[in-house]
């Protein structure tokens, strides 16, 4: 006798018919730039944000509850219309996770910490707004008028040293995840932090590239976040963070918001917040960008008759418009990209 054929659930035909999702939000109708499948996720690049796509499956696998639905979330509120998500998050997805780069790095697993990278820098970005914002917002309304008292009625933000720990730790977890990356190129590079990555790079032909000159320069950066974070964390008369709002000088001009940083190897002279803020994401930014270029750089699959390499793409060769490297190959002294 022929073998009777179960009847499909009527879940099993809704979980395995066809269909589309709308990544669509009321403030977000930008195009789609990109998709990023992982062996865990789908991710969605628009114009101005990231999401991620969970299959009613990826919920619910054993199949218990029809009404269970596929799912859409905005991870990341910036998207592929912010420089610095083309510079941090495109370009790791498109060296990281190529076919050009050694097999002996888990591209899935380096993209997860380029993502995790990103959302830090999400998150200070965010941080930088809402104090621009606020900084705005005190001075709009206020009078500096001297009084009849020979007093005047200061603007005041209130919360500033809150928002530099926030920041800062923001950008020290950033850094953080960069080095775990950076270790899954070295292995060998561990407690020395940033300056045994840099002793391991000098170690290593210097006419290959810019890496041993990008390590220098990158450093006193790299110390001052780690050191500002330890003045956070660890405040001694010697290492501490010095944090003034709204102020007068001698000469009555009023004075923004001021952070200085007290330490012994990576002091900081007084410098306003937010230029303090804006700064610190421009070189985290730099930093992690050429950090996986350099690493990427080093680490290319050899492939036989192809001269393979991490190369800065012209404007009209980019994939997206803020993605300034990726794989290439020069044939006839025309950059070829490579995927």
Known sequence: MKKRLEKPRPIDIVRGGGGSIEIKTPDDDSAIMEMIST???????KGK????????DQVDPGRTNIAVPNTVQRILSYGADDAWIGATLLTAHHLLKSSGIQNKVDGDEAFALALKIAEDISGAHQLRDSYTKAEADATANIDLKIQPDHSVLM???GNVETRCNEFLQRGDHALKELFRLVQMFYQDVGSGGWESLKTKIDGEPRDIDNFPQFLTDALPFLQLIRNARNCVEHPRPEQRLLVT???VDSKNTL????IQIKHPKTPLAKI???AFFSQTLLSIVSIVELMVVFLCARHVKPLSGMPIQVMELPPERRKSPHVRYGYGVLLGGEIVPYS
Not at 49 to 56: H, S
Not at 255 to 258: E, G, Y
């Open 155 to 157: 603007p005041a933000i």
């Open 272 to 274: 306003p917040v937010e």
């Open 49 to 56: 944000g990231v999401y991620e796509v969970k299959l009613a």
């Open 245 to 247: 709002d709204f102020a």
């Open 255 to 258: 004075l923004s918001p001021m």
């Open 39 to 45: 062996s865990e996720r789908l991710l969605v690049v």
